[in-house]
């Protein structure tokens, strides 16, 4: 599976957007991407996911270039409670899970 | 709430000793996670299972086993405890384990502490 490459570190002030980038250039044609965040010491938490079209639910979007070699998760008014580690991850439809790499991430702080 | 349990949620025990983790993953799921998450690193993979038959294996050390089953539970053993594997641990469960849209959802995780 392809490897991701992000920030180790971003910051936002509450209220704005908050836009993550992730680099995957290697990504094949059927590899998705996908985004969890880790709040302190919990569970990840699944946020998002897209092949090649951008995706929203109501926690994020997910805007993914037309080459795909990258993609920026956004969250629309960040708060407080957004203060995680985010994990930009790609995986085939059929890879093993095994293959699949949280790496370190990007720490977000959302500033008062 | 991701509807994935995890039990104990602390553990402390001693070097040398062995302790099951357990989960119970969200209703529907067939496939179960096992993750180490030490200290301010990343989450490492250790076993996966699928209805009962492991389908995927990690760095998982020979000390450490899994099971999953026919009720869906696992349970992670750990034995002859070292310091080192002082982490956190953290159960996923997803429908099928497979596929463009099979997600995993996450459990609380169990701290686990050895001295």
């Known amino acids: ?27 094949s044609g059927n590899e998705y991407v996908y985004w969890y965040r880790q709040i302190h010491s ?13 995706e929203t639910n109501e926690m994020a979007s997910l805007i993914i270039t037309e ?3 990258s993609s920026t998760l956004i969250l629309p008014h960040a708060t407080l409670r957004d203060t995680a580690v985010y994990y930009c991850i790609v995986r ?21 | 709430d991701s509807g994935v349990t995890q039990t104990p949620k602390h553990l402390i025990t001693a070097t040398g000793q062995r302790v099951t983790l357990r989960c119970s993953p969200r209703s529907g799921d067939l496939s179960v996670y096992w993750y180490q998450q030490s200290l301010d690193q990343g989450l490492q ?37 070292e310091l080192g594997d002082s982490a956190l641990y953290f159960c996923a469960s997803s429908v099928v384990g497979t596929g463009s849209t099979d997600t995993q959802y ?10």
């Open chain 2, 45 to 81: 993979f250790l076993i996966q299972y699928y209805n009962g038959e492991e389908r995927a294996k990690g760095n998982i050390l020979e000390r450490f086993s899994a099971q999953q089953f026919p009720d869906l539970h696992s349970e992670l053993n750990l034995s002859s405890l």
């Open chain 1, 1 to 27: 599976d392809a490897k991701t490459t992000q920030p180790p570190s971003m910051d936002c002030a509450e209220g704005r957007a908050a836009n993550l980038p992730c680099n995957h250039s290697t990504i």
């Open chain 1, 67 to 69: 080459d795909r070699k």
């Open chain 1, 42 to 54: 919990q569970g990840p938490q699944y946020i998002i996911h897209g092949l090649k079209n951008n």
């Open chain 1, 92 to 112: 085939g439809p059929y890879s093993s899970a095994s293959k699949i790499i949280f790496g370190s991430g990007t720490r977000l702080s959302i500033r008062p």
């Open chain 2, 106 to 115: 996450f459990g609380p995780g169990t701290r686990l502490t050895v001295l």
